[in-house]
């Protein structure tokens, strides 16, 4: 991998730096919700109601999977960002090859427990009677492609971790240009329905993974990395899971709760589990702005603090929390007053595009308050801080996340505008978490200070 590429975060203005990385981490975010976002598409113009609900909470309980091995990877992209910034390549390969190892170990576990399990957690999420086989049956299609997932996003974390979020760009286009031919195959002409995107979404991964590692074998990554490194180094896998283990646990937490208001949504009927399934698609874009800014922040802030500049890391932790705030407005107004248009892309049942667009004027507000809370995030798990993000992500969900969305859904003539209305709420919640942290930082900082001055 030619050095030039790769962005240290360690010089130059602080914006450009971070834009530079931004774009492309984005870039790949938005081709990876297409994956979801194609599936449901075209089964929502080949199929019926029962697909887009089937698909709809099928995927949603795949992205929760992707989510939790997304960030237990980002306890890798810190540790060797870190080791970047301390400028120890041979340090870094050593996480680089424990990460191999571990998620290879991760992999097998999960594809043995989904495939074993997948009409157990269908029915726990409460499906639709109509829509159960099919989601079952999507569930375990993806299951099978767990290790493809995984090798996916383990790549891409380490990529990032050395400052190159161009490559995992590169890989994930690839792989959204397969997913729709895929699904164009499976399901528009061969009518395999929601079976058929399932298998689109294996081979497209499938397909990116190839092409990554065909890629990689041609550069030179700049860390010291080589086949015998894949081990188990004890201290780089204590560094890691240290990061990695909370983020992965808040993220998990996060998911279940979303999983939990996706089941209590499949209870009020078939109606509004599709809407709410067609809805989550659109709100998988919109969060990919707050995603990128966390995932930038956190590599951006492991190589400054590696390097010992922490005023710069606290500089790029305020700088992607203003551009994030900017653009979630857009997305704020996109989503509030474009809600029914945005749906329509999905589905052509009239009663579906309803009941998404009212969710998604509930949501909307979340698109600015969840950039601020992202920042956060992402600054604490760059300094390796990853406990304080797991008592939010854990106490968010089920303190307020969660009770409040069975709260609206027990509302007289409730909607699910109300019940949209918990994910802002809870934002508002984890970003006073937030603030407190902050608050007790500075305290402890300036009483350090004293202390040492005394010596």
């Not at 992205?63 to 400028?87: P, R």
Request: some cysteine.
């Amino acid at each position: 991998m030619n050095s030039r590429k790769e962005n240290t975060f360690l010089e130059g203005p602080v914006f450009g730096s971070l834009i530079r990385f931004i774009i492309p981490v984005l870039g790949a975010l938005v081709l990876q919700a297409a994956y979801g976002a194609v599936d449901l598409l075209v089964v929502g113009q080949f199929g019926d109601a029962t697909s887009i609900s089937a698909v709809g909470t099928g995927s949603a309980f795949m992205q929760m999977i992707t989510f939790i091995i997304t960030s237990l990877a980002m306890g890798s992209t810190v540790i060797i960002g870190q080791h970047m910034g301390e400028k120890k390549p041979k340090e870094a390969g050593n996480a680089v090859g424990t990460t191999m190892i571990m998620f290879a170990f991760i992999g097998v576990v999960l594809t043995i427990i989904l495939e074993i399990f997948a009409g157990n957690i269908m029915s726990v999420m409460q499906v639709p009677e109509a829509s159960f086989d099919k989601a079952v049956s999507y569930v375990r299609i993806c299951s099978g492609g767990i290790l493809i997932i995984i090798a996916y996003n383990v790549i891409s974390g380490v990529l990032r971790g050395v400052g190159n979020a161009n490559l995992p760009f590169l890989f994930v286009g690839i792989a959204c240009v397969v997913n729709i031919i895929g699904d164009l195959l499976f399901v528009a002409v061969w009518g395999l329905d929601a079976a058929g995107a399932a298998l689109a979404t294996v081979l497209a991964q499938l397909v990116s993974v190839v092409a990554s590692v065909l890629v990689l074998c041609r550069q030179k990554l700049p860390v010291s990395f080589s086949l015998k490194q894949c081990i188990i180094y004890p201290r780089e896998l204590k560094r890691i899971l240290n990061v990695g283990v909370p983020i992965a646990l808040q993220e998990t937490m996060v998911q279940i709760s979303f999983l939990v208001i996706n089941s209590v949504i499949n209870n009020m009927g078939l109606m509004q589990s599709a809407g709410y399934g067609v809805a989550q698609k659109i709100v998988a874009f919109i969060m990919l702005v707050p995603s990128s800014v966390m995932q930038s922040v956190s590599a951006f802030v492991a190589q400054n603090i590696g390097a010992g500049k922490k005023d710069r890391a606290w500089k790029g932790f305020i700088t992607a929390m203003v551009f994030g705030c900017s653009a979630g407005v857009v997305i704020f107004l996109a989503g509030f007053f474009g809600g029914g248009f945005l749906s329509s892309l999905f589905t052509n049942d009239p009663q579906v595009i309803a009941q998404s667009a009212d969710y998604l004027k509930g949501f909307s507000i979340d698109c600015i308050l969840t950039c601020i809370l992202f920042s956060s995030i992402g600054y604490f798990n760059g300094c390796g801080k990853s406990i304080p993000v797991m008592i939010q992500g854990i106490t968010s969900a089920f303190c307020i996340r969660i009770p409040v969305s069975v709260f609206m859904s027990k509302l007289p003539n409730t909607s699910l505008l109300l019940v949209g209305l918990a994910t802002p709420i809870t934002t508002v919640y984890g970003i006073v978490f937030f603030l407190i942290c902050f608050a007790w930082m500075k305290k402890t900082k300036k009483e350090h200070e004293k202390e040492y001055k005394k010596e």
